[in-house]
């Protein structure tokens, strides 16, 4: 994660290391491989909401998120993800 201030906007860049198996692809033996992927994604940012979003099978391994909104130098921002087998992950970082 990334999080950069220029004349009141922050830019976030943000990579999320996940598989994102859509549950349609089959292994070498012809077993399907069963799904796990992202399914929320939250952003917050001085304590704020920023973003919100659902993602879904279709969306690549390792998906890489970028966006802009208000903010300021030196403010937390807050990452938080939920996959389709209850696995989270947080991440926190601040504004440069």
């Known amino acids: 994660m990334r999080a950069v201030e220029n004349a009141g906007v922050v830019g976030l860049r943000l990579l999320?290391?996940?598989v994102m198996e859509s549950g349609q692809r089959r292994d070498a033996s012809g077993a399907l491989v069963p799904?796990?992927?992202v399914e929320r994604v939250e952003v917050e940012c001085g304590g704020r909401p920023v973003l919100q979003a659902r993602l879904g099978p279709s969306v690549s391994r390792?998906?890489?998120l970028q966006l802009?909104?208000?903010g300021a130098k030196?403010?937390?921002v807050v990452v938080r993800w939920v996959d389709n087998r209850g696995d989270t992950r947080s991440d926190?970082?601040?504004v440069g």
Do not use: N, Q
């Open 74 to 76: 030196g403010e937390r």
């Open 92 to 94: 926190e970082g601040v």
């Open 35 to 37: 799904a796990h992927h």
């Open 68 to 70: 802009r909104f208000r």
């Open 62 to 64: 390792d998906p890489y």
């Open 16 to 18: 999320m290391s996940h």
